[in-house]
């Protein structure tokens, strides 16, 4: 796909990938709800709506690829760039979340502070995981440079 300049249009997918996404966890959680409470049917559906949902964020993903935002990490397109953008994503996140920590710390709520910690740490160990997956490619001489 072409790379779209900077537009109304990229914020709308920006927006529309949020909703989406938002969309599709509220569904799954519905559904387990539906579950607990022995609603199957209903859980059926919001299952199928929780899917759908997810379908079209992912399309709308697909379509920010070639815009350069924070959101999609710039993916290089190739399995090396990729691990390393997730890697470096992971980093971001992990950093984003320590500062969202601090400020609800500041601000009084330890819950979500604490919410917010555990997110950060989990990030780090999420690039942690992706380096040694992409060191473990290298090594095994299945990607490099120019492949």
Known sequence: MAVIP???TEANLLRALISETLASRRCETLAAA???????HGAVILHSLAQRRAGHAEEHLRM???FADALTGGWAGDVRGDLCAAVASEHERSALYAGMARTARDEGFNEIADWFELLAKTKRSHAQRLQRALDTLAEQGLIGFGK
């Not at 539906?34 to 199957?40: G, R």
Request: hydrophobic content about 25%; glycine content about 8%.
């Open 34 to 40: 539906c579950e607990a409470e022995d609603h199957e």
């Open 64 to 66: 920010l690829d070639g």
């Open 6 to 8: 900077v537009s109304q």
